[in-house]
């Protein structure tokens, strides 16, 4: 049987490696559809969808939720109770689903036709659009429990498929934008929710044949609705502010400045999410035994694995951002033909919000698993309304739009000493011991990936060929110091032997 370390590191590489591969097609893909809708049917997909997700904030709790109950009790052995989460769980997305229903046929749709700046000309395609992603959403949901079973066995590998088979997927449905006659944003709408409908159908049909505890049963047990229901409401809360950051924000650009600004953004956020594909990978495969252990109160093992989660999540987004952040523009100028204002500004701040934020990731994890969420998560709300606030006022008194999404990065570092005070307080959390093993190598490898390009790019005249000759050096340099500098002896030479044994194979 493999040993928890192992597991981690084989699930974890097998999806690195796949993933970039779906990185370079999601990439290409976001390209050839900006082309083909343009600028302002892109920046309106980009808005109605995200009011749509807006709705959407009920799923990411519920699967944190089912997932760690369910880890919860493998870590204490009790394989009892697995059928009953399961099945409780997916009665409660049931009723999700129809919430989301009522609330985006009424309020989201008078939002829509009502609010949001969208030319008068496209606002059929943008009901389309809007259906489509209600119902899509709908569908992710009932998915959700399916999901959440598959990472909390650590069955990793099935994301590898399914994320390539949705990267390919999209990537035919960019293509057969280019051939068909019909409306193109309407048409884009209307396969992007078909490919929804096959990954929760594969899902599905996955978990039956696999999982036991996958067979529905009729369960109403009120103690665990009740410790479900209590747990979610510090979750959902804190997914609610999150979105109302992410996408409340998407919506005061779209009312201060117009969809074009709203594109620029949405490409941002697709190098981020290119990035964030990694770290999430990684996660997946940590999160069910960073839970386990916590249940099972090894603490030992809890903080090492906290220590190096910690380093590694944020070293695989430091790996590619090191080069985005130096040749911002001249990698959005390849990738896109035309990049639209504020793109690189735009990327650069997602970018550095993402790393800061891989950080603070995985302690959420910790007070979940131990229950004590009050007092931590309270440091997050206000953390995420006062930034929501101040996006309002930077719009409201005519600053530049990139002055928004620099907000959240001073508030998030100011409120860091805190959250690791909290913790400290909750679970006796040494940060000590996080600084010196996580922080301090994060610092050190940070400051010496970056600073020496930085002066080199900033000495070097621009050119194709000096630019490119940058971007690959810092990528070797970078990795060459997340091994020998980062890294510990023991996780250098597993990362040596997986790819030896990938590679060098008989």
Known sequence: MLSNTTRIAKNTLALYFRQIVVMGVSLFTVRIVLETLGVTDYGIHNVVGGVVAMFGFLRSPLVNITQRFLNVEMGKGNDDALQKIFSTSLMLH????????????????????????????????????????VFGFLVTMIKVPFEALIIAHEDM?????????????????????????????MAYAVMQFLVVCLIMLFYSA????????????????????????????????????????????????????????????????????????????????????????????????????????????????????????????????????????????????????????????LLFTIVDANGKLRTFYGIHFVYLILTLVLSYGICKMDYAPSYVLAIPLPIFLLSMPLRFWVMKKLVNFSIRFFAQKALVPIFIVSAVSYIPFYIINKLLPESFLYSCAIIMASLLWTGIAIMYVGARKNERALAFNFVRRKVFRR
């Not at 989301?100 to 009502?114: D, H, V, Y």
């Not at 505890?213 to 997914?239: M, T």
Request: charged residues 15%.
């Open 206 to 361: 996955y978990c039956w044949k696999k999982y036991t505890e996958a067979k529905f049963s009729f369960h109403y047990d009120i103690a665990l609705i009740k410790e479900l229901g209590k747990y979610g409401g510090y979750v959902f809360g804190r997914q609610l502010l999150e979105l109302f950051r992410t996408q409340g924000v998407n919506i005061i650009l779209n009312v201060f400045y117009g969809p074009v600004v709203n594109t620029a953004r949405g490409l941002a956020n697709s190098v981020d999410g290119a990035f964030l594909m990694f770290r999430n990978n990684f996660a997946k495969a940590l999160i069910p035994q960073l839970t386990k252990t916590c249940a099972g109160n090894d603490k030992k093992n809890m903080w090492n694995l906290l220590e190096r989660g910690t380093r590694l999540s944020y070293f695989l987004i430091l790996i590619f951002s090191v080069p985005v952040l130096l040749k911002t523009e001249f990698v959005l100028g390849l990738w896109l033909k035309n990049v639209p204002e504020y793109t690189a500004v735009f990327a650069q701040l997602i970018i550095i919000y993402a790393l800061i934020n891989s950080i603070n990731a």
């Open 157 to 185: 590998q099935i994301y590898g498929y399914v994320g390539i088979f949705e990267a390919i997927a999209k990537l035919v449905i960019a293509y057969l934008l280019l051939v068909i006659r019909a409306d193109k944003l």
């Open 94 to 133: 049931a009723a999700v689903g129809v919430l989301i229903i009522i609330l985006g046929e009424t309020i989201g749709l008078w939002f829509i036709e009502n609010k949001l700046v969208i030319p008068a000309e496209r606002m059929q395609a943008a009901r389309w659009v809007y259906q489509f992603a």
